[in-house]
């Protein structure tokens, strides 16, 4: 089915342990991002990709690591998982930058570290 | 580090438009204004996006003044399936890594 999917839609993981969240999108977009949702913070921009092997930081990229092998793929890692990233996780792709091109996001992924 | 600013929630009753006017003075001037809509455990959807003046689709509307420091979206004769979360996203820069969402509206409609 062509579009963004997430996996795993929910996951809990213990303090210290590694996590990986994956995306996967369907159409070659050029740019994807990773947001985290707070409640009291909206959205926040993790890390992007402008491009296979081309990442940078976003607005809160402590913690995190993302790699970009392959176009359609973008997984977002957390090395060592603590509580303050138990939060929501969204993909995101589009065509272009996100400010002038319509983003398609996934459906989000649930993550709870205890 | 505010990059829009946005009421926190708004109720209308049904048939009614709403209208949600977002604050971003520092936009820089090769940006666009996009706004998105989400629901209850889904990702965020694509409503509207405009660079000056007045944009329509088929489900809103985007009013741009000329100075571009805000903006407004407007959804006309709101229904109750139009409850949820309007989000405004605006870059200040060049990068995407400067594009940041606004804190987001609750609208809640009313029967």
């Known amino acids: 089915d062509a579009g963004i999917t997430q996996s795993p839609r929910y996951k809990i993981t213990e303090t210290g342990r590694q996590v990986t969240l994956m995306c996967h999108q369907t159409w070659s977009h050029s740019y994807m991002f990773w947001y985290r949702q707070d409640l009291g913070h909206g959205l926040r921009l993790i890390y992007y990709s402008a491009a296979a092997d081309i990442t940078d930081k976003g607005e809160v990229p402590d913690g995190y690591v993302v790699s970009r092998s392959k176009t359609e793929n973008f997984p977002l890692t957390l090395e060592s998982a603590t509580r303050s990233q138990t939060s929501v996780y969204f993909c995101a792709s589009s065509e272009s930058r996100v400010e002038d091109t319509e983003a398609f996001f996934g459906q989000g992924t649930r993550l709870t570290v205890v | 580090l505010a990059k829009t600013t946005q009421p926190i929630s708004m109720d209308s009753y049904e048939g009614q438009e709403v209208n949600i006017t977002c604050s971003h003075n520092?936009?820089?001037?090769?940006?666009?204004i996009t706004w998105y809509q989400q629901f209850p455990s889904q990702g965020p959807r694509f409503i509207i996006q405009g660079y000056k003046t007045k944009v329509t689709n088929e489900v809103a509307s985007l009013f741009i003044p000329a100075d571009r420091k805000s903006s407004t979206l407007s959804l006309p004769r709101v229904s109750l399936s139009d409850t949820a979360v309007y989000y405004c996203l605006v870059g200040d820069g060049a990068g995407a890594n400067n594009l940041f969402f606004g804190t987001g509206t609750r609208l809640t409609v009313i029967p």
């Open positions: 520092n936009i820089a001037t090769n940006d666009y």
